[in-house]
């Protein structure tokens, strides 16, 4: 049915009834590879049709022709493709001809898509009479598609040679940078930084001249910023913010931490902002990136799949943008062991906040267990902040089980056991019980028998721990733990708190660490 709509479709096309509509729909229909390949069969390699669409009157026209020439893959097609381009006097077509032919074989064209770009280069910035004539303006009177097709041509030449790949220089002491942690435990980050200046912020912690080595051992921070140099709020307007992140020489700064190396850096644009701006997120990014590319000249390169560094742009509350930047040249390995994953997966670097809070209360050598381990994060964590005993990881889950298996290696002594906690038992008492509690909505949380899931998992844990055992609780149910420790308590099980640390305040997550007594 599709093959022949689409042989219908081809027949119009030639006849030239409808051809703009009739072409669109080709392109929509051979996205599908199967019907690409049929397409191609009914073409029997004669271009001609499409080709002479090329020299159409509508625009529009040669531009879905030369996008639909571009899937035969066919190298008879890059010829008459590129001479449409560089006839082509419609900037909103030219890039879409370079699209067309960028999985052929172009590099016999190189030589002109090094001279188009840098025609394009030097007239940046020129200014155009308005057009009084009501006929095509000028190759230089609209900087966004000028800017798309310079992007495509610099897309084009890095792909035909090897990528180039910048190595991160600046070390000690360490540029200006904001560590994002935890919001409501930012002073579990701050305290482990010996080296430099630190002053904590709302969800991080500004270093000035810290020590990276020192930095990247500290396991409780999720994100590394660099705030460019001299960088002022932008405005969160596509243009705009291109000229003054231009100005802020955000190209400059990126060589600067690459010990001068030469672009171009690849980057992306993360945006985060309030709803009404990031309705808008793609389009802005877009323009952002098309300005920003034509200023730099080939310096940076906008590339949301193969990048080095993120341009992080942040809302302030008065609507303005603050701009930093993520790099990925410098390699973060802290979390390497983690392999495999399940959705319902602690994150590391909130396991290394839970252990780094614990520290004070645990001891070398303890026997742990986690008696809801999940992919093993937790007793990982536990190992990495202070070499344990013998550790044992039970979860009901049996693939969480062979992910936490990948995960753990060779690191510490840690069994897991695919087996419902309550069912549990074992020839010797833990020192440590440390783990984060089934949500709501899972089986094992339902209430049996009147008892609630918080009392039954400290009436079992009781037969499995050693005196003066400490316990340390991630939950979502703060209130239905410490309600679950006084009951205890009265069945002569003393669990009492010595902490209570809250991790997220919207869902209300906290860390509680108890000591345990038979009374």
């Given at each position: 049915m599709a093959e022949s709509s689409l042989k219908q479709l081809y027949e119009h096309i030639t006849r030239g009834d409808e051809v703009r509509q009739n072409l669109i729909s080709v392109r929509q229909m051979i996205r599908d590879e199967s019907l690409r390949r049929k397409f191609m069969v009914l073409l029997g390699g004669d271009f001609s049709i499409l080709t002479g669409l090329l020299k159409d009157q509508d625009p529009k026209i040669r531009r879905n022709a030369a996008l639909i020439l571009g899937q035969a893959e066919n190298e008879d097609v890059l010829a008459p493709i590129?001479?449409?381009?560089?006839?082509?006097?419609?900037?909103?077509?030219?890039?879409?001809?370079?699209?067309?032919?960028?999985?052929?074989?172009?590099?016999?064209?190189?030589?002109?898509?090094?001279?188009?770009?840098?025609?394009?280069?030097?007239?940046?910035?020129?200014?155009?009479?308005?057009?009084?004539?009501?006929?095509?303006?000028?190759?230089?009177?609209?900087?966004k598609h000028l800017a798309g097709e310079a992007s495509q041509i610099r897309r084009m030449i890095e792909r035909a040679g090897e990528k180039k790949r910048h190595t991160y220089a600046k070390t000690d002491p360490a540029p200006e940078l904001l560590l994002v942690c935890n919001r409501c435990q930012v002073a579990a980050t701050a305290e482990q930084i010996q080296k430099g200046s630190v002053r904590m912020l709302k969800g991080g912690v500004f270093v000035r001249d810290g020590s990276?080595?020192?930095?990247?051992?500290?396991?409780?921070?999720?994100?590394?910023?660099?705030?460019?140099?001299?960088?002022?709020?932008?405005?969160?307007?596509?243009?705009?913010?291109?000229?003054?992140?231009?100005?802020?020489?955000?190209?400059?700064?990126?060589?600067?931490?690459?010990?001068?190396?030469?672009?171009?850096?690849?980057?992306?644009?993360?945006?985060?902002?309030?709803?009404?701006?990031?309705?808008r997120k793609g389009s802005f990014i877009r323009g952002l990136a098309s300005r920003l590319d034509m200023l730099e000249k080939g310096g940076i390169q906008n590339d949301d799949t193969d990048y080095e560094a993120e341009l992080r742009l942040i809302e302030r509350s008065d609507g303005t943008l603050a701009p930093m930047l993520k790099l990925f040249t410098l390699k973060d390995r802290r979390?390497?062991?983690?392999?495999?994953?399940?959705?319902?997966?602690?994150?590391?670097?909130?396991?290394?906040?839970?252990?780094?809070?614990?520290?004070?209360?645990?001891?070398?050598?303890?026997?742990?267990?986690?008696?809801?381990?999940?992919?093993?994060?937790?007793?990982?964590?536990?190992?990495?902040?202070?070499?344990?005993?013998?550790?044992?990881?039970?979860?009901t889950f049996g693939e969480a089980i062979e992910k936490a298996r990948a995960n753990s290696g060779t690191i510490g002594h840690i069994n897991y056991i695919n087996r419902n906690f309550f069912d549990f038992t074992h020839a010797y008492a833990f020192d440590e019980l440390i783990t984060e509690?089934?949500?709501?909505?899972?089986?094992?949380?339902?209430?049996?028998?009147?008892?609630?899931?918080?009392?039954r998992f400290l009436r079992k844990a009781s037969e499995l721990l050693s005196e003066d055992a400490i316990?340390?609780?991630?939950?979502?149910?703060?209130?239905a733990l410490g309600e679950a420790a006084r009951q205890a308590r009265q069945e002569g099980q003393d669990y009492r708190l010595l902490q209570k640390y809250l991790l997220n305040e919207r869902l209300g997550t906290t860390e509680l660490i108890f000591r345990y007594h038979r009374t």
């Open positions: 590129m001479e449409a381009w560089r006839t082509e006097k419609t900037l909103f077509v030219r890039e879409d001809y370079l699209k067309a032919v960028e999985h052929l074989d172009y590099r016999p064209c190189l030589s002109q898509l090094r001279a188009r770009l840098a025609e394009i280069e030097e007239g940046e910035g020129q200014e155009e009479e308005p057009n009084q004539t009501g006929q095509e303006h000028s190759l230089w009177d609209n900087n990276l080595e020192e930095l990247m051992q500290i396991r409780t921070w999720s994100e590394m910023l660099f705030p460019i140099p001299g960088a002022r709020p932008i405005p969160a307007q596509d243009r705009e913010a291109a000229e003054c992140l231009h100005e802020m020489k955000v190209y400059g700064y990126l060589k600067y931490l690459h010990g001068g190396e030469e672009g171009p850096y690849r980057y992306r644009i993360e945006l985060k902002g309030k709803r009404s701006l990031m309705e979390f390497s062991y983690r392999k495999a994953s399940t959705a319902q997966s602690m994150a590391p670097v909130n396991a290394a906040l839970v252990l780094r809070l614990a520290l004070p209360y645990l001891k070398d050598g303890a026997q742990v267990l986690d008696p809801f381990c999940g992919t093993g994060t937790l007793l990982i964590e536990r190992e990495l902040i202070l070499p344990s005993g013998t550790c044992y990881g039970i979860d509690l089934p949500q709501e909505g899972s089986r094992i949380v339902e209430e049996a028998d009147g008892v609630s899931f918080e009392e316990v340390a609780v991630v939950t979502r149910r703060p209130k």
